[in-house]
């Protein structure tokens, strides 16, 4: 059985939203942030063990081992992150400047409530086997795709390449928030990423 299989049905706490929290659900949670915090090879199945005060094979009743609950942690969120810009989109047909709001909004949110999953993202994604990596990137790819065409949509004659640009400068501003500090609190954080995303995707993109 595959690694992705194995850890099938399972989701972090930004995914799992609507639904009452498994212990499955809280160790995998544990398990982030211990891989943002020391990285996924200076985490042990032990470690994770004892912090979630669970023994082994209690554990691994739970995931196979490690590579699960990273697929775990990662896949969820790349699918969530796609469905939700859809459904935003859906909900502004016609209105490119409604829609990117609401992705800008939508996204935010996201990034402000997982900076862990971001960290694992970010540092960790290439630990995976191919066939979740695979998967995890074309979610990724569709995702950036529903900015591409809002982008395209308010700047008339902006090549897709151009817009993706513009949606990986974006996605890297908002997802920054693994590396802010708590000296700002977080609603005006909120309004500093949403603020700045908006500006700099609205601004012109005409050649200098």
């Known amino acids: 059985m595959a690694v992705e299989q194995q850890a099938r049905g399972a989701a972090n706490g930004a995914t799992g939203a609507g639904r009452r929290r498994s212990r499955r659900d809280e160790i995998l949670e544990i398990a982030v942030g211990l891989f943002a915090a020391r990285g996924y090879h ?9 912090a979630a005060g669970v023994t082994g094979p209690a554990l691994y009743h739970h995931f196979a081992g490690k590579e699960a ?27 490119p400047r409604g829609t990117l709001e609401s992705l800008i909004d939508f996204h935010v949110d996201f990034a402000l409530a997982n900076p862990a999953v ?18 995890i990137r074309r979610l990724q790819r569709m995702y950036v795709e529903e900015w591409v065409t809002v ?11 151009e817009a993706r640009v513009l949606a990986h400068a974006a996605f890297g501003l908002m997802n920054s928030t693994p590396f802010l500090g708590g000296e700002v609190d977080r609603r005006r954080r ?6 700045a995303t908006l500006a700099a995707l609205l601004a012109p993109t005409d050649p200098a």
């Open 190 to 195: 909120a309004e500093l990423l949403r603020g």
């Open 69 to 95: 609950m990273l697929v775990a942690a990662l896949i969820p969120v790349s699918e969530g992150l796609l469905a939700g810009g859809k459904e935003r989109a859906a909900n502004h047909p016609d209105d």
């Open 118 to 135: 971001i960290a694992l993202h970010l540092h960790e994604l290439d630990r995976l086997p191919d066939e979740p990596r695979r998967r």
């Open 42 to 50: 200076g985490v042990s199945m032990d470690d994770i063990g004892a």
């Open 151 to 161: 982008l395209t949509a308010l700047h008339p004659g902006l090549p897709d390449g």
